[in-house]
Every structure is written in C-alpha cells, then in structure tokens.
C-alpha cells in the first residue's frame, strides 16, 4: 500500500506540473534504496497468491495507464518529443537500479584489469624502446669514439713520422706530400680542441642542471635524458689533446722557419744566378724551388690560420725572413749616406732599398697569403675595406713588414732621435714627409708583382729572373706540371691594397709612430720663421717706406708676382711669397692643416692691422735720429770735466735730432698704391691660393670617397679664406672713397683762393675785357687728372668713376661758393660807385663789374671742360650747374665780344 500510494503521489505531481517531477523520482529512488531484498520478502510472504495476483494485475494495469498519459504529455511538450525515440528502449531497462549496479559492476572491473593490463605493457614497451634507443646511442657514441682515437692515433703517427724524416733528402714532391699532411693534421687538431671545448660545455651544463627533474608524458617520442659518455671520453683525453696541439704548433712553427729560411737562400742563389747571368740546370732547379716553396708556405700558412695561431706565423715571418734584410740595411750610416750626420739624407734611399728586397724576395708570399686570408670568416666582396680588416687571419704585411720596419726605427736611440727629433725644422719636414710617403704606399709596392715593376722600371718585358722561370718548366716533374694551372692564383685589385692600408694605419703600433712625431714644435719653428720674415719686411717698409726693397722670394717667383698679378710693391710680393710657402710640399705637413689654415689666417690679420694702423696715422715712416754734433773753438788746449778749453773758447758736443718720419696716409700715391696691392692680394686668395691650398691638402682623388672628401675640403678651405679676405674691401672701399677723395679735394681747391684775385684784377685797372680764362682755372682739376692718369691701370674696377665725382662735387660746390661771394662783392662796390658819381663812364666800354662778369664766365666753360674731360658729366653735378646759372648772365657780354 505504501508503495501503491507512493506511486499514486508521484504520478500525481506529474499530472498536475504537466511533466515529469524529478524530485518525486528523486523520493523513489531514495525509497527503492531503503527497501532492501529482506524486507521486500518478509512484505511477499505474508500474502496469498490470489491476492498477490491481483495486486499485480491493479498494479499493470496502473502502470499501463501512467505510461500512456506520460506518453501523451511527452508528445504534447516541445521538450518531451526529443525522449520520444528512446520509448523502445525503456523496455529494455532493469526493472530496478539495484539489478542494474550489479549488472555493471563486473564489467566495469573487467574494463578496469584491461586498462592496468595495456597500462603495464605501455610502460614495457617503452622502456625497452628506450633501452634500445639509449643502446644504439652508445654505440653510435662508441663508435664515434673509436674514429677519434683511430684520427688522435693517425695524427700522433703522422707528426712522429714527420720528425724522423731529414727534409733534406726528401724530394721535393715529397715535401710537399708531407706539409700538406701537416695541414690535415691541424684541421685534425682543431677538431679535437673544438670538441674538447663541448665535451666541457656539456659537462659544466649537465651538472648545473642535475637537480632539474623532468615531467614529461611517457612516450616513445620523448628524447632520451642528455648522455655525457662522450663528453666523458673527450675529457679524458683533454691531456693528450692539449700537448697534441702544443706539438702540431711547434711542428707548423718549426718547418715554417726552415722553409723560410730555405726561401731565403734559394732566392739569394737566384738573385746571384741573376747578375752573372748563369746558365744551365741550376737555375731551372732554383727556380722550380722557389715555385715549389711558396706552395709549401701556404700549408704552412694555412695550417696556422686553423689553429687560429695567425700571430705566430706573423711573428715567425717578421723574426726570420724581415728583421735580417731590416738588421742590415737599416743603420746610422745608411741614414746619414749622402750628407752630413743628422741631415737622414739617406732616409728616402734606406727605406726603398729595404722594401725593394723585401718585394724581390717575398713579394710572391706576401701576395699569396694576402689574397688567400682576405675573404676568410664570412666576409664578401661587397663589404668595404673597413669591413675587410675584421677578417684577416693572417696579416704578414702590417704585422711581419711593417712592424720590425717602425721597431727597428724607434728602437734604436740615435736612429730615433735622428729622424723624429732632428731639431731642424727642415729635416723634421723632410723625414716626415719621406716616412708619411713610404708608409702610405706600403701596401701597394708590396702586393705589386716584381714582374711588373721591374718592366716598369727597365721597360724590358724580359728580364733575366723572367728567363730563368720560363727555362725551369723544362726540368719540373711532369705530375707538377700538370697541376700546375691548379694552384691559387691570387688576384689583389685596388679594393683589397685599400684594406691592407686601412689594417696598417689601424695598428696600435703606427699610432705609437704617430706620436713620436712632435708636430706641434715643428709647426712653431715654422711659423715663427714666417712671423720673423714678416715682421722684418714692415720694420724695412717703415724705415724706408714702400718702395723698399724688402723682398727675400726667388727671381723667378718675383717676375711671377709682377707679370701675372700686376704686383708692384716688394713688400706685398713678401707678403705674397710668404703665403705660398707656407702651402709648400717641404714645409706643409698633412696632421697641421688646421694650424697652417689658421697661421695664414694670422698673417693675412697682421697685414691689414699695419695697413689699418697707418691710415689712421697711427703708425709713422722714417727715421728719427739722434746724433752728436761737435764745435772747435779756440788751440790752445785744457781739459775741464771732460772738456777741451782754450782762452778762446770751449770744444762742445751738442745732442741733435733728425726728424725724417712722415705719415704716409698723407701721401697720395702711397695710399693708392697700398689699395692696389691689396686688390690685387685679395683677387689672388679667391682666385689662385684657395686651389693651390687644396691641391696641397688633397694632393689626387681615386675614388667616390676621396672626391667628396676633396669637396668638402675644399668648400670649407675657401669659406675660411673668403671669410678672412673679407676684410680686404673695405679698406679699399675707405682709402678711395675717403682718403683719397680727401687728400684730391684738397689739393684741387687749393687753387680756388686765386678766385677772389678776379676782381682785383679789373677794378680800377683801365684793362680789356678779357677774352681767355684765368691761367689758375686750369690748376684746379689738373691734380686729378694726373692722378687719374697715372692710376688708371691700378684703379679697382669695382669702384668705377664714383670717387671721382665726390671729388668734382666738393670742388665744384666750393668753387661755386668762391664766385657767389665774389659776385655779391662787384655788386655792392659798382652800387657804391655810383652814389659816389666818382664812376667813370666808358663810352661804348664794359664796367669793371662786368668784365669781371666776363671773367668768371669764361672760367666757368673752362672748368666744366676740364670736368667732362675726366669722364664727369657736368649735368650730374649740382656744384657745376650752380656755376652755370651764377655766371649766365655774361653770356651776352661773351657774344659781344666776340662780335667785335
């Protein structure tokens, strides 16, 4: 009954909620738990079959009728429809969740066992794969190990078999079977240092990593854990490798000094073949030697290059094949050859004969391995000469030539001091120079071929080494012969000697050279010689005036100065000689450009502040002088303190001055002189000495870079002169427009004071009237026209005529103030006259008045004629056309008389 009205409830609840009620399934399911198999058995037992069998035929037919409501509600809800389909299936389900667990509890353990099964298997599998794995990598390792050792052993044999043989009964294929052997051993050797180097990596990371655990997923794709069986091994033999590249160093260094030395002999036995021109098999033999050497040395060459031991092939180079040509040749006596001691006359001629040997006999290996090292460590043929010294391996030229070359030369103290401080001005500048030369094509003389400068020299494309190389085929092995076109042809263009320069002015060492030239004392040894010279030729010009001879030039540079820039002062050719000298190529140097430009700078300053200081009067010419003048009075001698006295008289010295000093601002033609001078200074700087400033600073352009160096230099070079020749122009600008405007004018007004004389002359006088104009009319502009006349060719073309009309403005507008007193005078004394009646009348005569009239008309004309004979327009000044209208009105008085 209780299971009855439980149903009846739950079935309820689901009619009333138009679905089913989960928590009323939820109470069943409780309920169902609660019942256990006992207490459902002891309910059974109790009742009778009839009615048990009604109980269930009420309980189906319920159940019937649930299921076909619960269908219907399904069927009716949009939710329900989608349970629809498993309908056919509810009736497959246990008629209880109890039968249903126990159902599928078995079959879950089952599925359970099977998954512990395939999970024990997994981890079978894999460990033996990994097993597997790990084996194979120890035997690949173990194997890899054998290879080692078999090459370690192979190396070790090689180099033991390479110090028994005597390398002089070996061929000379033989030799050079071995050398290269040597080579591969060192390719060998640096395999092994490299791997040493890992193997301690590794072990160094394993061991910081041993704590580190790892959570990665079981899996055959899993790497194996890092193994350092092979680190280990490599450790092992970290001794035996370690003295294995000691002795491979050793072995490389020791047949390098032999083949060296070898080289060396053969090409001195070839050179003395040379001179005696000898004939025969020995000199194919030598020959052949020489070819079978420089093969020999880049093995040897190479093998240090892999060792990355570059320093000590440079080093063994310099020790062995350069210091022996440098201890010989480089000397005092050899510096000093040709001239007094300390003069290094003989600088220039010692270095050539040291690289001219250096080239002869190892010019064919230093090109060789310059050709050979150059593109090494990744660099390409696109990169710079910058980029190109980066990757050099070995660098015989800067590190095996130049260096015993500049050690020699500061090492030794007299030597040193001969060439860096000599003392002299002139000799410091010539072995500068001669060094800066000789270093600075280094790299070109000697990665040029031999063959190639001595057709150059001799103009002989035949020459007896030549002869020698082209007879010596005949005697070579024919195996030789025919790898012979195999060989490494070097093939140095422009770029790579660029690079090599580049590596040779980037050395530490040729920035020690640099500094052991002490350039800034040189600089004022020269510019106090220029300063001296300078202040000399102004204390001449001041004692003796311009046209002193002061100039110290050569002839040749003086008829220059006077026949191309029209110079005719000795003091400004002076000036101008000293400009050039100081941008000459023995007294320039390169690092003191700077200073030079600036040196000029000051010298073109102190000649303009003198010139400045003398037309402001400032500065004087002359002499003042003091001198003793003596006077004998009387013979009959006494001497009283210091005098000679007689009864006549007394002998005295009396002190005088002469007085000789003048201002020569005053003096007219000195003024335009000096202002010529300077025009002519000033067209020279901007037209000729900025370029020659240039050329010297930048003496040739080779490339794109060079080109726009020289523009620049020269675009800065000439701001900097124009900037200091600006000051020029002005001066020119005063002396004309001022100076001389004033020193002209006052000289043609001087004559104006006759002009109050007209008057006097026809007063009272009883005289004609006057038919020609005053003689002092023609006095006044004459000044200027000698003047003109003298300086026409030295006159600035920029000024023009403009000077010279400010000169006939003030004249003319003083001389027409002259004759407007003048007329205001005749006037009032004839209205005086005749109040008088003391005036004589003249029948058919001119008054004294109006042949005064006539008189200062006629030198009216005679004046604006001499005014446009200058090339002034008398309409243009106002001074002129106030005269014109003062004295028109004896323009009738003219025409009388020339009537009559």
Known sequence: MSLHSNNSNHTHGGTDNNMINTSTITSTNDDSSALTSESWAQSLSSLSTPLLNSKLTALRARSHTLSSNLTARLASSPSGQSLLHIGPSLSTLPPDLHSLLSNISPMLKDVHDYQSANQNELVRIVTSGKIIQREVRRSKVALDCAQLLKDFKAVEHILSEIKMISFSDLSSSEELHRMASLERTAHATLILTQQLQASSNQVTQTLSHKNQSSSSTLSMDTPLPQDTEWAQFIMKLAPRIRALEKIVNQAIGHHLERVLGKTRMVSSATADATTTRTEGRFNQELACRMEQDLVILGHLFRSFAILDRGTDAEGIFANVAIMPIVRKKVNIGKLDEGGSRGECTGLSCLLKEVVQDVQEVWGDVLIMVEGMFLYENGATENETSDALVQHVEIDLITAGVWLPIATALMSDPAIKMAIFSPGIASIFQQNYTVMDVFLSELASTLLTPISEVKQKDCGDPRNPHDEIMARSVVSVDEDV?????????????????????????????????????????????????????????????????????????????????????????????????????????????????????????????????????????????????????????????????????????????????????????????????????????????????????????????????????????????????????????????????????????????????????????????????????????????????????????????????????????????????????????????????????????????????????????LDQRAYTQSVEAIGIDPDAVEGVQILISLTEGAQELYEKTQQS
Request: neutral net charge.
């Open 481 to 857: 012969i025919a790898l012979t076109h195999l060989y490494y042809q070097p093939d140095i263009d422009g770029r790579q000697i660029q690079a090599v320069q580049s590596r040779i002015y980037n050395h530490p060492l040729t920035m020690n050279y640099s500094k052991k030239w002490n350039v800034p004392i040189y600089y004022q040894l020269r510019f106090g010689e220029i300063c001296a010279r300078l202040e000399k030729a102004i204390k001449g010009v001041q004692t003796g005036g311009w046209d002193t001879d002061v100039y110290t030039g050569s002839n040749e540079a003086k008829e220059v100065w006077k026949d191309k820039y029209a110079f005719e002062l000795p003091f400004f050719m002076e000036v101008l000689d000293s400009l050039t000298w100081m941008w000459r190529a023995d007294v320039f140097l390169e690092p003191l450009t700077h200073r030079f430009l600036r040196g000029t700078i000051q010298l073109l300053g102190r000649v303009i502040t003198f010139i400045k200081s003398g037309l402001e009067g400032k500065t004087k010419f002359g002499l003042v002088e003091d001198y003793e003048e003596e006077e004998d009075k009387g013979s009959s001698n006494v001497t009283i303190q210091g005098m000679e006295r007689n009864s006549g008289g007394i002998e005295t010295t009396r002190s005088r001055v002469m007085d000789t000093s003048y201002k020569w601002c005053e003096r007219i033609a000195d003024v335009a002189a000096v202002s010529w001078e300077l025009t002519a200074l000033s067209d020279y700087i901007i037209t000729d000495h900025i370029p020659a400033i240039v050329k010297t600073v930048c003496p040739s352009a080779v490339s794109d870079v060079d080109l726009g160096a020289r523009f620049e230099t020269s675009e800065l070079i000439g701001e900097i002169m124009t900037e200091a020749s600006k000051e020029i122009s002005p001066i020119v600008n005063e002396i004309w427009n001022e100076i001389i405007v004033s020193i002209m004018t006052n000289k043609c007004t001087a004559p104006l004071s006759a002009v109050k004389g007209v008057a006097a002359t026809y007063r009272m006088t009883n005289r004609p009237p006057p038919t020609q104009p005053s003689p002092f009319v023609n006095t006044i502009i004459r000044p200027l026209k000698e003047f003109d006349a003298s300086f026409s060719n030295r006159t600035p073309s920029h000024l023009g005529i403009l000077w010279k009309k400010r000169i006939i403005d003030t004249v003319s507008e003083r001389y027409s103030k002259a004759i407007s007193e003048l007329m205001e005078t005749v006037q009032k004394t004839e209205e005086a006259l005749k109040n008088r009646k003391t005036r004589r009348a003249l029948g058919g005569g001119m008054s004294d008045g109006e042949k005064v009239r006539l008189q200062l008309f």
